[in-house]
Each structure stands twice: as C-alpha cells, then as structure tokens.
Nanobody, 125 residues
C-alpha cells in the first residue's frame, strides 16, 4: 500500500503559477506510475498528467500541455505538478494517484488504485 498527501493548492490570479506536491509513504515509490487528476464542481474527475515510475516518460492532457509540468523525485518520495499561466477554468480539486507497476501511463482514473485527499486550486479572473 501507499499513502498519498497533496499540498500546494491555493488561490491565484489568472496568469499566475502554483506548484503542487504529492508526498508518498509506504511501499517503494519508484515502483509506481503516478498521475494528477482534477475535479471541478459538478464535473467528472479528469486526467491532467501522468509520469512513469522512473520519471523518464510523461503524458499530458491537451488542455494543460505547454503550461503544466509533471515531475518526480524518487529519492524524496514526492511527485510535483508545476502549473504556469493558470486560467480560471483550471479551478478544481487536484488529486494525485498511484498505481503499482510498469504499465504505460494511463489517462483512466480506473487504472489507479491509490488516491490522495485532494488540494483545492482556485484561479480568479
């Protein structure tokens, strides 16, 4: 098992930046593919970005490509999401997720077994 805790959310103006962190504890962190998802009020939870266990491969949703960067530091058991040029439509609760194994990165929330509690990101216009 792995436990996930997100941090770094907050309120920012449009065009601003935030960096989210996801700290993991439990089983070997570098054995997990990881992902960030978000859920806006009244919407389904959607894929934002994913990263392979080694960090060598990444995948992004089209809506965030070029603005968001996912990374991980396996020595610190931590994953990050750098969010630049934020837009009001990025407002949502952001969740980190983990799945043990070396399968290709998945956009499907059903592929991930472990979830954090979420952190709120609000972008004002």
């Amino acid at each position: 098992q792995v436990q996930l805790v997100e941090s770094g959310g907050g309120l920012v103006q449009a065009g601003g930046s935030l960096r989210l962190s996801c700290a993991a504890s439990g089983r070997t962190f570098n054995g997990y593919r990881m992902g960030w998802f978000r859920q806006a009020l009244g919407n389904e939870r959607e894929f934002v970005a994913g990263i392979s266990p080694s960090g060598s491969s990444t995948l992004y949703a089209d809506l965030v490509k070029g603005r968001f960067t996912i990374s991980r530091d396996n020595a610190k058991n931590t994953m990050y999401l750098q969010m630049n040029n934020l837009k009001p439509e990025d407002t949502a609760v952001y969740y980190c997720a983990a799945d043990f194994g070396w399968d290709p990165i998945s956009r499907l929330k059903e592929a991930y077994d472990y979830w954090g509690q979420g952190t709120q990101v609000s972008v004002s216009s």
